[in-house]
């Protein structure tokens, strides 16, 4: 059995109602702590020999405009105040969780801040890092990397970062989020063995 993910019932689309076979679907929650722990508790209930993780995201600039559709290769949990260091994380923190089975999209890496960032100069600071950010996905990723169970996403930018992205998240995300399950599809990684 494998285990297929989104943080709210939206982003599976019609996967929701019609799992695909030998998948088990399930939503973590919204933020990282809150998909950290539903995740862990999935990963310890159902056994899954992988996780794919999908859902929506927002990008920092044009690097992926809306529309693109990536696997994150790695996630990176850090926020605005630690990289103006304003704050600091202890050194034996974990801040980096790899994906460890690969999907067949283009791979970036991914920024998890604690959360959605609004401001430009905020914008400027992540964009140095990774061209996305996502507030789930650090929490999914730490729980199988611990678990030592595979794990993946696909994910579709549905907004630019910044102080206008709640309301490009509304417009887009239940489109392109459709059109995220679509692809996942057809790309076979429902099939992947």
Known sequence: MKLLLAAFPPELGDLKDDPPPGWFVDTTGVGASTAAASTAFLLERKKPERVLFVGSCGAYDER????????????????????????????IEPVRWLCTWHLPFPHHPVITPPAITRSEDGVRLLSRMAPAEHLELNGVFAACNAAGIPVAAALIVVNEVGPYAHEQWMKNHM???QRLIDVVRVSGALEME
């Open 64 to 91: 992926l405009p809306i529309g693109t559709i990536f696997s994150p290769d790695f996630v990176l949990a850090t926020s605005v105040e630690e990289e103006r260091g304003e704050s600091y994380r202890p050194s």
């Open 175 to 177: 489109e392109l989020g």
